[in-house]
């Protein structure tokens, strides 16, 4: 299989296995591109996730983006792209056509509260394994302190503190090299 081939492939069963959006794709992307293809590192990962919540627009889509603009340049980023967009497109149309028929069923409502409670432990795991590959030291537990505050009780758009943290690293790292 083409390499193209490859990057449309994942992303499409990236797509298709996660519900809950961007993070919860982060477990699949450790065991696939990291572990089984070693088209990036986990600390690359990382980096690709907290750019894509930087640019506008969907985490899923703008990491897939990333990733495969690492692996094969442009041709990559549109395998990604399509690859992570094609199964919601397909779901969607499904449910367009049969919502209706489907919604009132109590097995229906059961199912979508199972799906909440488990892409919660997804978001959980990544935000575990997040938190282990970026905060190395007492510095950066201080920004994710503050960055926790400013994310849970001001009104604000998530851009600012996280520019706010990468001025605040970039000034840091600056600073320990003059000492």
Known sequence: MSDLAKIFMIFFKIGTLTFGGGYTM???LQRDIVQKLGWATGEEIIDFYAISQSLPGI??????MLIGYKVKRIPGLLAAVFGIACPSLIII???AIFIRNFLDLEIIRHAFNGIRVAVSALIADAAIKMWKGCVKDSVCVVIFLIALAVFTFADISPIIPVVAGALTGVALKRERGRL
């Open 93 to 95: 149309l499904l449910i």
């Open 59 to 64: 985490v899923a889509a703008n990491t897939s």
């Open 26 to 28: 982060l477990p699949i």
